[in-house]
Each structure stands twice: as structure tokens, then as C-alpha cells.
């Protein structure tokens, strides 16, 4: 069983920097594939980047390349999601997702995630 708690999001003006923190509990954390997704209201969840367990692979989506960066510390049971340059499309809340994936590539569809935390907004204004 894993537990998730995202923090760090908030109102930023466009262009500007915002890092969002996840916090696991549990035991087996470093065998957990993780990835931040975000969800408007007019939209489906849709994930935004993802990190295997040993941090060494971390595939994001086209939209955020070059801009976000996704990490995690193993030590410290948190993942970050570093988003640069921010636009107003940037909007929405901002969910943390965990699976267990001792090997291979981090899942990048939402369906393969078990565990969710509670999610944070992000407001990016013009």
C-alpha cells in the first residue's frame, strides 16, 4: 500500500517556475513506478511525465518537453515535478501516481497506475 500527497502548486504568472513535491508512504517505494498527471475540467487526465524506480528513465509528453523535468529520491520517499517556463495551458490539477514496476519502462497510461493522491492546482496567469 502506497499513499501519496502532492504539494507545491499554486497561482504563477506565465514564463515563470513552479516545483511540485510528492510524498509516499510505505515500505516499497523504490520499486513504484511513478508520473504526474493534471486534469482540467474540460479535458481527460493526461499524464505529463513518468520515472522508473531507479530514476533512469523518465519519458514526458511532448507538450512539456524541454520545460518540465520529473525526478525522484528514493531516500526521502518524494518525487518532484520542476516546471519551467509555465503557460496559461499548463492550467489544471496536478495528481501524483504510483505502481509497482520493479523493472522495465514507467507506464505511461493512467489506467496502469494504482495508487493517486489527492492532486494540487496549478493556475498559470497571462
Known amino acids: 500500500q502506497v499513499q501519496l500527497v502532492e504539494s507545491g502548486g499554486g497561482l504563477v504568472q506565465a514564463g515563470g517556475p513552479l516545483r511540485l513535491f510528492c510524498a509516499a508512504s510505505?515500505?516499497?517505494?523504490?520499486?513504484?513506478?511513478m508520473a504526474w498527471f493534471r486534469q482540467t475540467p474540460a479535458k481527460e487526465r493526461e499524464v505529463v511525465a513518468t520515472i522508473s524506480w531507479t530514476g533512469g528513465r523518465t519519458p514526458h509528453t511532448d507538450s512539456v518537453k524541454g520545460r518540465f523535468t520529473i525526478t525522484r529520491d528514493n531516500a526521502k520517499k518524494t518525487v518532484y515535478l520542476q516546471m519551467n517556463d509555465l503557460k496559461p495551458e499548463d492550467t489544471a490539477v496536478y495528481y501524483c501516481?504510483?505502481?509497482?514496476?520493479?523493472?522495465?519502462?514507467?507506464?505511461?497510461?493512467?489506467?496502469?497506475?494504482?495508487?493517486w493522491g489527492q492532486g494540487t492546482q496549478v493556475t498559470v496567469s497571462s
Open positions: 501516481a504510483a505502481t509497482p514496476r520493479p523493472v522495465g519502462l514507467p507506464p505511461m497510461s493512467r489506467v496502469e497506475y494504482d495508487y
Open positions: 510505505g515500505r516499497t517505494f523504490s520499486s513504484y513506478a
